[in-house]
């Protein structure tokens, strides 16, 4: 009996390593050749066969999902450490320049996801504690006096769309060049530099419909949600 108990934990722990061997190929795969690399290379990378993949996941979508899974619980431990120390504004600064460093990183799996966006609800929880932590450190900011007090956690969402196009086009040439833009933005959101905005922060409503726009752009494909009326 015991035996067998051994043994079915030691399929399931093979099962979760050869997952796990598979997720980590093709991030890598993809990041090299592309989105529309093949299964074989894939595979090959993970030292896995054809038919491990597809026990594990029977279509792309089922991969691009558990992808997204491992990005969005790398950005939640982001900003996690960001609201371990006693620093507010350090923690916000230490969020910016890792969250651009985890895009500059993944180049291509950034346009995978934004190319097959997550079907809707998958990791909503996860999400939706990446805002909480976000708006719980961007509170602890304001509080200290450092940061101007009509920034929310939508015009955050923007300035990190802000510096993708930095990021690639900077790439192969100067790649710390968006540290120097960083340093700018930063020094834009104190206080002491802020000015009244003419217009008010975008509602969750919006970012959501401005987030399937960018896609849109990009892709030339939209989802289910419709745009809100402009204001």
Same mark, same amino acid.
């Given at each position: 009996?015991?035996?067998?108990?051994?043994?079915?934990?030691?399929?399931?722990?093979?099962?979760?390593?050869?997952?796990?061997?598979?997720?980590?190929?093709?991030?890598?795969?993809?990041?090299?050749?592309?989105?529309?690399?093949?299964?074989?290379?894939? %595979?090959?990378?993970?030292? @896995?066969?054809?038919?491990?993949?597809?026990?594990?996941?029977?279509?792309?979508?089922?991969?691009?999902?558990?992808?997204?899974?491992?990005?969005?619980?790398?950005?939640?431990? %982001?900003?996690?450490?960001?609201?371990?120390?006693?620093?507010?504004?350090?923690?916000?600064?230490?969020?910016?320049?890792?969250? @651009?460093?985890?895009?500059?990183?993944?180049? @291509?799996?950034?346009?995978?996801?934004?190319?097959?966006?997550?079907?809707?609800?998958?990791?909503?929880?996860?999400?939706?504690?990446?805002?909480?932590?976000?708006?719980?450190?961007?509170?602890?900011?304001?509080?200290?006096?450092?940061?101007?007090?009509?920034?929310?956690?939508?015009?955050?969402?923007?300035?990190?769309?802000?510096?993708?196009?930095?990021?690639?086009?900077t790439a192969d040439i100067a790649p710390e060049a968006?540290?120097?833009?960083?340093?700018? %933005?930063?020094?834009?959101?104190?206080?002491?530099?802020?000015?009244?905005?003419?217009?008010?922060?975008?509602?969750?409503?919006?970012?959501?419909?401005?987030?399937?726009?960018?896609?849109?752009?990009?892709?030339? =494909?939209?989802?289910?949600?419709?745009?809100? =009326?402009?204001?």
């Amino acid at each position: 009996m015991i035996a067998t108990a051994r043994a079915s934990e030691n399929l399931r722990s093979d099962a979760r390593r050869n997952r796990a061997l598979v997720v980590a190929a093709a991030r890598a795969v993809f990041a090299e050749q592309g989105i529309d690399a093949s299964v074989e290379a894939i %595979v090959e990378r993970a030292g @896995v066969g054809t038919g491990t993949l597809y026990r594990h996941f029977p279509n792309g979508e089922a991969l691009v999902d558990a992808i997204f899974a491992e990005r969005t619980a790398e950005f939640l431990e %982001v900003i996690e450490r960001a609201l371990v120390g006693d620093d507010p504004s350090c923690g916000l600064q230490q969020l910016l320049e890792q969250m @651009v460093v985890l895009q500059r990183s993944d180049r @291509v799996l950034k346009e995978l996801l934004m190319r097959y966006p997550p079907r809707e609800g998958l990791f909503s929880e996860t999400r939706a504690r990446m805002e909480q932590l976000s708006e719980q450190l961007l509170a602890r900011v304001r509080a200290e006096g450092a940061l101007r007090a009509d920034f929310t956690y939508a015009d955050l969402t923007m300035l990190f769309w802000s510096l993708r196009p930095i990021l690639d086009a900077t790439a192969d040439i100067a790649p710390e060049a968006w540290r120097r833009h960083l340093n700018f %933005v930063l020094d834009g959101l104190r206080p002491q530099a802020a000015t009244r905005s003419p217009v008010p922060p975008l509602t969750a409503e919006e970012l959501a419909a401005a987030t399937q726009c960018l896609r849109a752009e990009r892709f030339g =494909r939209r989802t289910r949600t419709e745009r809100p =009326r402009a204001r």
